[in-house]
C-alpha cells in the first residue's frame, strides 16, 4: 500500500512560511506533485536557464534547500524534489532487501521523473542520500546529468561512524515522538542562528509523523549494517564520466572527510572542495557553499 500519509499531508507553520517566502520571491517557486512509477513525488520549481535538480538527505524535504534557493533560481531552473516518502512524497512499501533493493527504493521514482520532465540532462546536486541517488543516476545512464554536484555523499565509501549508525537506526523520527522536540533539540542541536533555528524547526515537523516513514526509513536502513563493513559504489566511481563536483565538510561527523578524498580521487573529472564545517555545510554556511555551487554550476 502507498504511505497514505504522505499523500495526504500538509506542511507545518515553519514549511508554510518557507514556501510562502519562496512564492514571494524572485524569482517565484510553485509546488507541483508528479507521478512517477508507484510513487508521487513533490517538487519545488522555480527559475530559467540551465537546469539543476536537488536531492535532498534522509528524513529531509525539497524545502530544506530554502538556503540556497533563490539564488541558484537568478541563475537556473531549479527543481527541489522530496525523495520517496519523505517529505511529502509518497511511496510504495519497501519489500526488504539489502543495499542494492534500498537504493532502487529510491533512485527509479526519481530518474523516471526526470526522464519524463526532460530533465534527464540537468545537473544534479544530492547531499548524502541525495548524492547517492544522484552519483546512482549517473551510473545507470539512463539520464545523461550534465554535471553533478555530491556534498558529504553517503555510499561512495566503506566507512559510516558508529555513532551515525545509532543515531539513525534508532530513527529521528521515534526519537522526536518519544523525546518531544525540546529533548531531541538536545541530542541533536540546532546552529545557534536565526537560520540555524528555522531549518531545526523544519527538521522537527518533517521528523514528527505519526506513521513514523516505515517505508523509507526501512529503504534506508537496507543501505548500511548496523555493525560492519558498509556497502559503497567506490570501485565504481571511475566510470562517472560528468564533471563533478565533491563538496566535504572537513568535521563531517556522519562519513568522515577521507570518504570524500578517495571518492574525489576515484572519479576521473571531479573537483574536490573541503570545507570547515560538518555533514550538512549546505545548511550551515550557506553563504560559504553558494559561491562553490554557482560556480560549478555556471553553464
Known sequence: MTNVYAVVSRPGPTERAMLEEL?????????????????????LEGGSG?????????????????????????????????????????SPPFEGGGFEEGLRFFVEPVEELLLEMDLGGAALVGHSLGALVAAEIALRR???????????????GPVMTASSRAYFRASPERL???????????????????????????HNELYAVPDGRVAPVAAFNALFPAFGPVPHRLSRLGEIDIETLVLWG??????????????????????????????????EDPALVLPELTAFLAP
Not at 528524513?59 to 534557493?69: D, E
Not at 545523461?144 to 555523499?153: D, F, G, N, Q, V
Not at 556522519?254 to 573537483?271: E, L
Open 23 to 43: 512564492a514571494a520571491g524572485s524569482p517565484p517557486f510553485v509546488v507541483r506533485r508528479r507521478a512517477a512509477l508507484s510513487a508521487t513525488l513533490r517538487c
Open 50 to 90: 540551465s537546469p539543476v535538480v536537488l536531492l535532498h538527505g534522509r528524513g529531509n524535504a525539497a524545502t530544506t534547500w530554502f538556503p540556497l534557493l533563490p539564488e541558484l533560481a537568478r541563475r537556473h531552473r531549479v527543481v527541489a524534489l522530496d525523495l520517496p516518502g519523505f517529505g511529502h512524497a509518497s
Open 142 to 156: 539512463r539520464a545523461r546529468p550534465r554535471k553533478l554536484a555530491l556534498i558529504a555523499a553517503m555510499g561512495v
Open 176 to 202: 522526536v515522538r518519544v523525546l518531544g522536540a525540546g529533548l531531541f533539540r538536545r541530542v541533536h542541536p540546532p546552529r545557534p542562528t536565526p537560520l540555524g533555528e528555522r531549518l531545526a524547526a523544519l
Open 250 to 283: 572537513e568535521r563531517d561527523d556522519v562519513f568522515p572527510a577521507p570518504i570524500g578524498i578517495a571518492a574525489a580521487a576515484a572519479i576521473p573529472r571531479s573537483t574536490l572542495r573541503l570545507l570547515p564545517l560538518g555533514h550538512a555545510p549546505h545548511l
